[in-house]
């Protein structure tokens, strides 16, 4: 069997088309939101809100209402806990934030435990990229792409909040509602990759692009570029490694962007471990 029938034999199933397309869909947008949500230094932020909106899709489905409604009501709620807490407490930021998310997560728990349903509710938690249908895909196409949308339009005005959000309120812009925005949208971003690797594993894809990105580069202008494209290649070579080793998609698409950063961290021309060291230096220093 050549290499060209590997790569093809994958695409005879239905399945994997579909999840080959949802998955670069979600870590596209995903690894878009990462490189602020690295630059502002929210990483434990997009880990509480990834696993506080649980309780949220649950409620949204027993409703009947979209998950991305519910998703976005527990975001908001999680924040606003995390804030009252650390403003009316002694209680720091990082602990507050373990308090909420962990409740809010625990409570996700207990109520697909105790609802009735006819489809299997612990794949919100573990995700199911393999048993997505042609309508989870259009739902997760179109939350994705307000989400990418936003994202584009409003970039200059983020990161300029990311970058100063002082200069940011001098200028007219509000920082609140910025700061806001992000966090929707982070919410938001959460619901497309649910389906895709789970609450548990959404937290990586938020964060593992832009952190590799970020080594990679000084620009911000391409780590926007850098991060979405690297995301989208580790999520297409996971995809497959699931195919062929016949093991779980989400936690091998994580995995593999793991990988791709371990070797960046430790590779990276500029900021990497192995360049920073001292022979390295001196073996560059010699070469130029």
């Known amino acids: 069997m050549t290499v ?3 790569l093809l034999e994958p695409l005879q199933f239905d399945f994997m088309v579909r999840a080959l397309a949802t998955t670069v ?6 690894a878009l939101l990462s490189c602020w949500l690295v630059l502002v230094g929210w990483s434990l ?3 509480a809100v990834s ?3 649980l309780p949220g899709v649950v409620i949204a489905y027993v409703l009947g209402a979209p998950f991305a409604l519910g ?3 527990f975001g908001f709620l999680a924040v606003a806990l995390i ?3 650390r403003g009316t407490s002694r209680i720091k930021e990082d602990a507050a934030i373990g308090i909420v998310f962990t409740t809010l997560f625990a409570l996700g ?3 697909i435990s105790v609802t009735p349903s006819h489809t299997d509710l612990n794949h919100i938690i573990f995700g199911n990229i393999l048993g997505v249908s042609d309508a989870d895909l259009v739902q997760i196409a179109v939350l994705a792409a307000v989400a990418f949308v936003i994202l584009v339009l409003k970039r200059r005005d983020l990161t300029l909040y990311a970058f100063d959000p002082l200069h940011t309120h001098a200028i007219g812009l509000s920082p609140r509602f910025l700061g806001a925005l992000l966090l929707g949208l982070l919410a938001l971003t959460a619901v497309v990759a649910l389906q895709v690797v789970g609450v548990i594993l959404v937290v990586a894809m938020l964060i593992i692009p832009g952190a590799t990105a970020h080594l990679l580069t000084d620009r911000f202008g391409r780590m926007l570029v850098i991060a979405p494209v690297l995301s989208a290649a580790c999520s297409v070579v996971g995809i497959y490694l699931s195919y062929w080793l016949d ?4 936690g091998l698409v994580v995995l593999v962007q793991g990988a791709a950063f371990l070797l960046v961290y430790l590779f990276s021309p500029r900021h990497g471990l192995i360049g920073r060291l001292p022979w390295a230096r001196r073996r560059t220093a010699v070469a130029s």
């Open 109 to 111: 728990l207990v109520l």
């Open 83 to 85: 804030g009252a807490i």
């Open 71 to 73: 998703a976005l009501v």
């Open 247 to 250: 093991a779980a998609s989400g």
């Open 45 to 47: 932020m997009g880990d």
């Open 4 to 6: 060209l029938d590997l």
């Open 25 to 30: 869909i979600a870590a596209i947008v995903c």
């Open 51 to 53: 696993h506080a909106v």
